[in-house]
């Protein structure tokens, strides 16, 4: 592969990998809160948008990242390369609840960026445990099981690893349920 060819690939790859993400979305799962898998997938999908941005020279802010550029582009072409998705109804890029039940917080860094995805606080059940997803530019993706609103933003950290109690996502164990006492 001669160097232009590989800059045409390199263009065209964040592109089909977000299409194929975007599928994931084609089952309406209804009103209720989007799954973690659900979430893990559009961590997914703006780790791809921000690679896709690195390569065209810098990575994205924010609101490149959720814009006409980024996931907001990424959902139109979906809707007009695959009509049967019908993850609009999920996936909200003009909101911080940019996923049903799932808050985002992201923070550009001078090279890079930290992306956290968290459930909503339960306002019934403030102290529940809930899953987060954390990223960076090395794109990884770790989680953290966090009871309360008290959490890391991503502001304070320098690094997806620095948040606390995180590992990366395929090493993660769901805590354990708790046991009614007799």
Same mark, same amino acid.
């Given at each position: 592969?001669?160097?232009?060819?590989?800059?045409?690939?390199?263009?065209?790859?964040?592109?089909?990998?977000?299409?194929?993400?975007?599928?994931?979305?084609?089952?309406?799962?209804?009103?209720?809160?989007?799954?973690? +898998?659900?979430?893990?997938?559009?961590?997914? &999908? *703006?780790? =791809?948008? !921000? /690679?896709?941005?690195?390569?065209?020279?810098?990575? $994205?802010?924010?609101?490149?990242?959720?814009?006409?550029?980024?996931?907001?582009?990424?959902?139109?072409?979906?809707?007009?390369?695959?009509?049967?998705?019908?993850?609009?109804?999920?996936?909200?890029?003009?909101?911080?609840?940019?996923?049903?039940?799932?808050?985002?917080?992201?923070?550009?860094?001078?090279?890079?960026?930290?992306?956290?995805?968290?459930?909503?606080?339960?306002? +019934?059940?403030?102290?529940?445990?809930?899953? &987060? *997803?954390? =990223?960076? !530019? /090395?794109?990884?993706?770790?989680?953290?099981?966090? $009871?309360?609103?008290?959490?890391?933003?991503?502001?304070?950290?320098?690094?997806?690893?620095?948040?606390?109690?995180?590992?990366?996502?395929?090493?993660?164990?769901?805590?354990?349920?708790?046991?009614?006492?007799?």
């Amino acid at each position: 592969m001669n160097t232009l060819e590989r800059r045409s690939f390199l263009k065209m790859w964040p592109g089909i990998i977000v299409v194929s993400r975007l599928g994931f979305f084609s089952q309406s799962a209804g009103p209720s809160n989007a799954t973690v +898998e659900q979430a893990l997938n559009v961590v997914r &999908v *703006l780790n =791809t948008l !921000e /690679a896709d941005f690195r390569v065209k020279g810098s990575f $994205a802010s924010k609101s490149e990242l959720l814009g006409p550029n980024g996931l907001l582009g990424a959902i139109r072409r979906s809707k007009t390369q695959h009509p049967e998705t019908d993850w609009l109804k999920r996936v909200h890029p003009d909101s911080d609840e940019i996923l049903d039940g799932w808050m985002l917080d992201f923070d550009s860094k001078t090279d890079g960026y930290v992306l956290i995805l968290g459930q909503k606080v339960d306002a +019934e059940k403030p102290s529940a445990t809930r899953n &987060v *997803l954390i =990223t960076d !530019e /090395a794109g990884v993706i770790y989680r953290a099981a966090v $009871a309360g609103d008290k959490q890391a933003k991503a502001r304070e950290l320098t690094t997806a690893a620095a948040f606390p109690w995180a590992v990366p996502h395929e090493r993660f164990v769901e805590p354990p349920l708790p046991t009614a006492s007799h």
